[in-house]
C-alpha cells in the first residue's frame, strides 16, 4: 500500500544517445523519389550533414538516391541505432522483426493505420509493440512524423520540416504528438529567433511517450528549454515527475495540451485516440509539478525567448520603466491580471530617480522617464541603473514603445552595460520596425535582452519568468512530489462495494481525523427529550430510508430546528410525511443532525482520475459556488504547501481571508485535512472510487473545519 | 425628467472634410531643423504628397525647408483649415487667438504642459478651450502628435509614422489617446497587411473625443474599420452612441481600453489624467453598444483583417475542415472557450462528404479531409463546396497547418473558386512561412481570404465577426439605445438625502411594482400573536435600531423562525440582548419579516459611474457569489432584450435555468424587474445615488421575483 509512489514506473533503462546521436540510420521503404514519405529521409540524411551512416532498405532495389539499398534492415553490415519505418503497417511489424535481427535500439515508425483507425488497427499496434519488446526496440510512433537532432544535422522527418534545412539551431528540445502541427510551432518559434536541439514527433506514443522524451532532455547537457505539445498522456504522474526533474534542473517546460473542450475531445478522440483527461486536472498538476502552461504558439515563442536570456528572478516583483505612458499603463494593467506584483521601490531608489529625471517624469513604478530623457542618455542609463540596483525590484521591464534609430542604440547600449552589473531579467516592449531600429535589435540579440512587440505579450513574459521561479524554489524545498514519508496508517475500508450512508461515510472521515459535525439515529419522537440534552441547536431532521431518494419531495427534512419542542414536532411530522409519500417504504428512522452555522462552505473530493489516478479537489461549497465552478485540483498525495497554494488559487479565496467583516478562517487546519484526504486517497486508492465532503466549513482561526455530510463510494 | 437620452449632447456642427482634406494647414513653431518636432511635419507635408498649401509660422524666418514663413497665422494669405500648435504651452495659447483672426477651423495641439502636469497646466487647458470656443475654434490635443490622412498623403504629426512615407493606405480609421503607443498599433497592424485611412493622435482630448473622431469615421465612405484607443472618456454615453451608429453602418468598433486594473489606473491617472471608470462597466456598455473589446495588438490587426474580406456571419455556427487533426482540436477548443457553435452538420452534408473523403476522414465538424486529399484536390475543392452550402454553417474555418508549395496554391485555388459561390466567411488557419507558399498567400489576399498564423487566432476573429454580425443585428432591430417611450412615472422621492431605512426602501421599490417580501414592524414580543396570523412562517427578527450598526454581533438577529411561540421567544431575545449589549441605544422596536426560501438569489444594483451615468448591476447574490464577483453591467435605461443578455452573461446563469433539478427560475420577471430598476435609475438619476436590492429570489417560472432588503441612499 505504502509503495512509493514516485518510482511507480520503473525507470526505462534505455540509451537515449542510440536515438539522438545514432551511427547509423536505415529507412524501411526508401525510395527513389525524394519527395516520397519513404524517399525524404534518405535525401535529408544523406545531404543536410549528418554524419552517421545511412542505410536505405526496400527488397526492389540494389542503389537510392546513390546509396546502397538493402533487402532487409537485417542485410546491413555496418552499426545501426535506429530504423525510420516508412512502409504501410502491416509490413511496419514485419520490419521490427528484422529490426531485431539486426539489434537496432530504436524504431521510428511514420506509417499510420493504427490505433487512430479503429480496433483494428489497435490491435495491430498491439502486435508491434510486442515485437518491439520481445526484441528490446523501443519504438517511436507509430503514425509519427519522425525527429530531428539539429545539432547533428540529423533529420530523420517527413513533411513541413523537409523543407527547412537552414533551420536554426538552439537550445530548446520540443516534443509533440501531432506531427503536422507540432512542427508548425517549430517553425513559427524559430521565424521569432529561437533555435532547436531536438525534435521529436511522437504520433501514437505507442511505446516511448511525452514524459520519457522530456526525462531524455532533463539528461541532455545541450537542452535548455523543453516544449512539449499533446493531446493528452496516459500517465500523468510520468508527466509530472518527468517536470519537476526537469524543474529542479533549472529547464523551463512549456506545456500546450488540446482536446480541453467537449467539442474539442470528441474532435480527439475521433482523431488519434489520445487519453484526455478533465483539463482542470491537468492545470493542478502542471501547478503542482511546475509546468508552465501553454495557450498558443506566440506564447511559447514568447517564453522561450524569455527563458534563453537565461536570468530568473527571486520573485514577483516587477519595475517598469518607459517614455510612453500608454505602454507603462498597458503593462501595469496586464500586470495586476497575471499576479505580477508591481515592486514598491525604496524611498532611497525614488529619490535617486526624482534627481535624474526630467521634471513632469514619475520616479514611482512605473518609472516615466518622459521622452525628454532621450536629449540626455546619460540619464536614462542612470534610471536604467538606480532601478536595477533597487532591492525590490526582481526583474525589469522597459517600455519603448516605437523607439527607433540612433536613440533605440544609444538607449540598448546603456541598457546593455547597465544589465550586466546584475543578474536580474531585463526584457524590453518594443514596437519599432526591423529597419528602423536594425543595430539597435542586433545589440539586444547579441547580448540577451528578449524584447517583445506588446507590453502585453511582455507582461506574459515576465510572468512565465516569475511563475517558473517560484516553481523552482517550490521543487528544490520539497523532498518529493508525491510525500508519503507523513503518512499515517488508515483502517481498513468495510469489505463491500457501493455507497456508504451518510452516517457511514461520517464515520469514516471522522476515524481519520476529521472533525465531523454530530448526528444521532433516533427512532422516533419519543427521544426528543434525550437529543435535546445530546445535540447543539440549531439541528436538522432528515427521514433515514433506503427506499426514499428524495426526501425533501417526501416532506422528509427539516432544518433549522431550534428547540427540544420543535424537534420532537418535526421527527413527527418527518416520519408521517415519509409514510404518506412513500407508503411501503422501508424506514430506518430519523436523522438527527446538529447544523454548522458559521465558517465559511467550502467542498473537499477525491476523485480517481483516469490520466493523474487519485486527486484531490478543493471548491467553495454550496449550490452556487457550484454553478460558477470555483474548484482547484492537486493529484494525492501531497504536502502542506501544496494545500496552501490549493487554497489560494480559488477566486472565492478572500471568502477565507477575512472577507466583509468576517474573521479569517483557519486555513492551517483546511491545509491539514487537504494533505489528511490527499493521503487517504493515496494509501486507499484500490477501493476508494469517490468521496465528497459537501460541506465542510472551515471556522474562524484555530477554530477547525467541520464536515457536515461526506459521500463515500467504494468499489 | 424625461429627456431623450440619445439627445444629450447636441450634436456638434463640426466640418470634418475641413479637418480630414483641408484645404491649407499652419504650422505654428515651425523649425528648419526637419527633426525637430516643428519641422518634421513642414517636411512631410511638403515632401510626402499632401496636395494642399503648407505655411510655415515662426516670427523668426522668412523660408522654412524651401516654403516662404509667416509671422503669425494671421497673416497668411491663402485657405487655411488647421493650424498645428509646436510651441510651448503658453505661447500655445497666443497663437489659438491668430488662428481665430484667420478663421482657421481646427487646431491640432502638440504641445505638453497642460491638464497632464498638475493643477496650473489644467488651468491653462480651460484658457486654451475657452479661447478655442470664443473663436469657434476645434482643438485636437492638447499633448496629442497630430493626425494623418493617407487618401490625401497627409501627414500632420510627428514622431514614428513621421518615418514612414510608405505607410499603405487602406480602410481602416483609428483613433488613440496615447501618442506613442497609438502610432506603434498602426506600424504594427500595417506590418500584419492591415491598411490605414485617418489616423488621429488625440492627446488630452480637451475639446474633439474620441466619440466625436468615431462619428466622423462612421460618417466617411472611405472608412470601413474603426479603431479606438484609450485610457477612458469622459462621456461615455457619447461613446455608446458613436459605437451603435458606426455598428448600424456595417462597420464594426475595435476598441481597447487601458487603465483598467487599481495599479493601472493610477499609472494613468498620474500620467495623462484620462478619466477611467470601472472597466466592468466599459466591458457591459461595450456589449449594449456593440463594442467588440480588444485586449492586444495581434487581435487587432486579426480583427481587422478578418472584417477587411467584408462578410459578416449569420450566426455563431463555425464548421471547420482541415487535414491536421491537431489544428482542428485546437480550434474547436477555442471555439468551445469563446462561445462559437461548432455547427451541426445536416445529414446531407455528412453524406456527400462521405462519398467525397478517404477512408478515415471524418465527415462530421471539424471535417477531417486527412492529408490523403491532397492528392486529389478535386475531393478537396468538393468537400470545401459541400460544407460551405451547408445551411447551419455560418463562417468556414480552414485549418492548413504548414501547408505549402503547389499543394497550398492548389488548395487556395479551390478555395476561392467555392468561396466565390458564397457570402459566408472563409478564413484559412496557417502556419507554413511566407516563402514556402509565396504565391498562394498572394491568391489568398487577391481574393479577401484572411489567413491567421494559429488556429486560436483564427478562432479568435471568427468570434470577432460573429460578435459584431449579433451586435448589427441587435442594433438594427432596437429603436433607441437608451429607450425612454415605455418609461411610466415614478412618483417623486422624499425630499431629505441619505440613506432610507430597510422598510422604507422596500416600500420604494415597491411603489415601483417590484414584489417585496412582507415585514412588520413591532413594538415588543406581546405582538407575536397578532404577526402569526399576519406572516408566513418562516420569519425573521432583527432588532431596529440607528444606534446599533452591528446587529449580529448585538445578538439582535434570529432567523429561520418556523412558529409562533419561537417567535414571540426570538422578539423577547433580541431585545433584551440589545439593551445589555448596547445600553442606550435607541430601539425602535423589532422588525418581523417573512424569509424567502425558495428561489435564486441574486443581486441587482444601481451606481452612478461617473463615465456612463446611472448604471445597472446583476449579480448572483449570498456572500459567496459575492467573493467571486460575478456581476454584469449594463447603461440606463435599457429594453428587455439587453435585459435577457445580462442574464446570460453571468457565469452563473446556469443557475437560473434549472440546476441540478431545479426548476427553471422566472427569467421574464427577472428581465422585466432590470429594465423597471433601469427606467427607474434614470428618471430617478438626480436623486438615486445609490439602490442594492440584495437579496431578491428569482422564484420559478411563473412565480416571479421577490426582493427581501433593499438599501437606497438619496442625494
Known amino acids: 500500500m505504502n509503495a512509493d509512489p514516485e518510482r511507480e514506473t520503473p525507470a526505462a533503462a534505455t540509451d537515449w544517445n542510440r536515438l539522438f546521436n545514432p ?23 544523406s545531404t543536410f550533414g549528418y554524419p552517421g551512416y545511412v542505410y536505405p532498405v526496400n527488397p526492389n532495389h540494389a542503389e537510392i538516391q546513390g546509396l546502397r539499398c538493402y533487402p532487409s534492415v537485417a542485410d546491413i553490415a555496418g552499426p545501426c541505432d535506429v530504423a525510420l519505418i516508412a512502409v504501410n503497417a502491416r509490413a511496419a511489424l514485419e520490419a521490427i522483426h528484422d529490426c531485431g535481427r539486426k539489434g537496432v535500439a530504436f ?109 531524455a532532455y532533463t539528461d541532455d547537457p545541450g537542452t535548455r528549454i523543453l516544449v512539449g505539445y499533446i493531446e493528452g498522456v496516459r500517465d500523468g504522474r510520468a508527466l509530472m515527475r518527468a517536470a519537476q526533474r526537469a524543474v529542479r534542473a533549472g529547464k523551463p517546460v512549456l506545456m500546450w495540451k488540446t482536446g480541453n473542450s467537449d467539442a474539442g475531445k470528441k474532435a480527439s478522440l475521433s482523431h488519434t485516440g ?30 522561450a525567448r524569455a527563458f534563453l536570456a537565461g536570468r530568473v528572478p527571486r520573485g514577483k516583483r516587477v519595475a517598469a520603466l518607459g517614455s510612453s505612458a500608454g505602454s ?26 526624482a534627481a535624474v529625471l526630467p521634471p513632469f517624469g514619475s520616479p514611482r513604478n512605473p518609472v516615466d522617464v518622459t521622452a525628454d530623457i532621450f536629449n540626455d542618455l546619460s540619464a536614462f ?136 459535525s454530530r448526528d444521532v439515529l433516533a427512532q422516533d419522537e419519543k427521544q426528543a427529550h434525550a437529543l435535546t440534552r445530546e445535540l447543539a441547536f440549531p439541528v436538522a431532521v432528515k427521514i433515514c430510508s433506503a427506499d426514499i431518494a428524495h426526501k425533501t419531495e417526501a416532506g422528509g427534512v427539516r432544518l433549522h430546528i431550534q428547540r427540544g419542542e420543535a424537534l420532537a414536532e418535526a421527527m413527527r411530522a418527518v416520519l408521517r410525511n415519509a409514510r404518506e409519500h412513500c407508503p411501503g417504504a422501508r424506514i430506518g428512522g430519523v436523522l438527527v ?40 485540483y492537486r493529484v494525492a498525495p501531497f504536502d502542506l504547501s501544496s494545500a496552501h497554494e490549493m487554497i489560494g488559487e480559488l477566486r472565492g479565496a478572500r471568502l477565507l481571508y477575512g472577507f466583509r467583516n468576517r474573521p479569517p478562517a483557519d486555513l492551517d487546519a483546511l491545509a491539514r485535512t487537504l494533505v489528511c484526504v490527499a493521503q487517504a486517497a493515496w494509501v486507499l486508492r484500490d477501493r476508494l472510487a469517490e468521496l465528497d ?19 463515500v463510494v467504494l468499489r
Chains 1, 2 share one sequence.
Not at 489520445?274 to 517564453?303: H, N, P, W
Open 107 to 215: 524504431a521510428v515508425v511514420f506509417s499510420s493505420g493504427f490505433r487512430e483507425t479503429g480496433s483494428k488497427g489497435a490491435a495491430l499496434e498491439a502486435q508491434l509493440l510486442a515485437a518491439a519488446r520481445a526484441h528490446g526496440i523501443r519504438i517511436i510512433g507509430p503514425n509519427c512524423q519522425g525527429y530531428l537532432n539539429l545539432a547533428q544535422r540529423m533529420f530523420a522527418t517527413f513533411g513541413v520540416l523537409a523543407l527547412e534545412p537552414e533551420l536554426k539551431e538552439g537550445v530548446v528540445s520540443s516534443v509533440a504528438q501531432s506531427g503536422g502541427f507540432g512542427f508548425g510551432i517549430v517553425t513559427q518559434c524559430e521565424a521569432a529567433g529561437v533555435g532547436f536541439r531536438n525534435i521529436v514527433s511522437s504520433g501514437n506514443e505507442s511505446d516511448i511517450t511525452t514524459p520519457e522524451i522530456l526525462e
Open 381 to 516: 542609463e542612470r534610471a536604467v541603473e538606480i532601478v536595477l540596483a533597487d532591492p525590490n525590484v526582481d526583474q525589469l521591464a522597459l517600455l519603448y514603445a516605437g523607439l527607433s534609430g540612433d536613440i533605440a542604440l544609444a538607449c540598448n547600449r546603456a541598457v546593455v552595460a547597465a544589465s550586466a552589473k546584475h543578474d536580474k531579467p531585463v526584457m524590453l516592449g518594443w514596437t519599432a520596425r526591423r529597419h528602423r531600429a536594425e543595430e539597435a535589435y542586433a545589440l539586444a540579440e547579441k547580448h540577451g535582452i528578449p524584447y517583445f512587440t506588446s507590453p502585453v505579450r511582455l507582461a506574459n513574459a515576465a510572468r512565465a519568468l516569475a511563475d517558473f521561479a517560484g516553481a523552482r524554489e517550490r521543487a528544490s524545498a520539497r523532498g518529493s512530489l508525491f510525500p508519503t514519508d507523513a503518512i499515517e496508517a488508515f483502517a481498513p475500508l468495510p469489505a463491500a462495494a457501493g455507497t456508504l450512508s451518510e452516517r457511514e461515510g461520517k464515520a469514516l472521515i471522522a476515524s481519520w481525523g476529521i472533525p465531523v
Open 23 to 45: 551511427r547509423g540510420i536505415a529507412i524501411v521503404g526508401a525510395s527513389r523519389d525524394p519527395r516520397r514519405i519513404g524517399g525524404q529521409p534518405v535525401k535529408l540524411l
Open 274 to 303: 489520445a487519453l484526455t483527461g478533465s483539463y482542470d486536472v491537468y492545470r493542478g498538476a502542471y501547478r503542482q509539478a511546475g509546468v508552465l502552461e501553454m495557450r498558443d504558439i506566440d506564447e511559447i515563442s514568447d517564453c
Open 693 to 711: 465532503i459537501n460541506p465542510i466549513f472551515v471556522r474562524s482561526q484555530g477554530q477547525g473545519v467541520i464536515a457536515a455530510d461526506a459521500l
Open 593 to 632: 443532525s446538529e447544523m454548522v452555522t458559521d465558517g465559511v462552505e467550502m467542498l473537499i473530493g477525491v476523485t480517481q482520475d483516469p490520466v493523474f489516478g487519485p486527486t484531490v479537489a478543493l471548491g467553495l461549497g454550496g449550490i452556487q459556488a457550484e454553478a460558477l465552478r470555483d474548484v482547484t
Open 328 to 353: 507603462c499603463i498597458l503593462f501595469t494593467d496586464r500586470c495586476a491580471e497575471l499576479g505580477l506584483e508591481l515592486a514598491a521601490l525604496t524611498p532611497e531608489t525614488e529619490a535617486a530617480l
